[in-house]
């Protein structure tokens, strides 16, 4: 069974770079299937989609996060990582792992960590 | 940037019928799929490729499409079924995801 879990820590000065790993086991993240990303919820608020990664490296992001944002992928440790940088509050949010939609496998985002709150706070 | 639209809330009586509905200009040409999420929980996917459903989600729990606009459908609705739901889908160029804004099933 595949499991994902986020790691980094839980609170982030204004300014400084958020920074998340994602450990993936029970299967590997070499898949030619699937892109791999990170989603997050501010506090009662909805999803957003932060951005995706292939195994070869390849990357998306959400327009809007873009400018900040750099993901990319350690296929020796199965793993994947998240860098926000000059976070502010409004980046407070749980952040998710997860195995996005995948065309080949024909499958949604149907694996994800149990999300890890990371707050903005001096 | 592309945007996907769902009804704040949905209120129904427990065995009746629940429908949200997501609109998106790009979901003629690019699957939808839904989850749904209680509190302080990862969201569940329940729906994939528009219609399709995962192993262990119920029956009660429906998809359809018709063009610029998906639902999910939930049957004979049980107090469980209480919960926020939220469409998921990619842009006209398959390579940039949005989530819907988000509705909030309330089993009266």
């Known amino acids: 069974q595949l499991q994902l879990q986020e790691s980094g820590p839980g609170l982030v000065k204004p300014s400084e770079t958020l920074s998340l790993t994602c450990t993936v086991s029970?299967?590997?993240?070499?898949?030619?299937?699937?892109?791999w990303g990170w989603i997050r919820q501010p506090p009662g608020k909805g999803l957003e989609w932060i951005g995706s990664?292939?195994?070869?490296?390849?990357?998306y992001y959400n327009p809007s996060l873009k400018s900040r944002v750099t993901i990319s992928v350690d296929t020796s440790k199965n793993q994947f990582s998240l860098k926000l940088s000059s976070v502010t509050a409004a980046d407070t949010a749980v952040y998710y792992c997860?195995?996005?939609?995948?065309?080949?496998?024909?499958?949604?985002?149907?694996?994800w960590g149990q999300g890890t709150l990371v707050t903005v706070s001096s | 940037s592309y945007e996907l639209t769902q009804p704040p809330s949905v209120s129904v009586s427990p065995g009746q019928t629940a429908r949200i509905t997501c609109s998106g200009d790009?979901?003629?040409?690019?699957?939808a799929y839904w989850y749904q999420q209680k509190p302080g929980q990862a969201p569940v996917l329940v729906i994939y490729?528009?219609?399709e459903r995962p192993s262990g989600i119920p029956e009660r729990f429906s998809g359809s499409s018709s063009g610029t606009t998906v639902t999910l459908t939930i049957s004979g609705v049980q107090a469980e079924d209480e919960a926020d739901y939220y469409c998921?889908?990619?842009?006209?160029?398959?390579?940039?995801?949005?989530f819907g804004t988000g509705t909030k099933v309330t089993v009266l």
């Open positions: 997860a195995r996005l939609p995948s065309a080949v496998a024909g499958t949604g985002t149907d694996y």
């Open positions: 029970g299967g590997s993240i070499s898949s030619s299937s699937y892109y």
């Open positions: 990664i292939y195994y070869s490296g390849s990357t």
């Open positions: 790009a979901l003629p040409k690019q699957y």
């Open positions: 490729k528009d219609s």
């Open positions: 998921q889908s990619a842009d006209s160029s398959g390579t940039h995801y949005v």
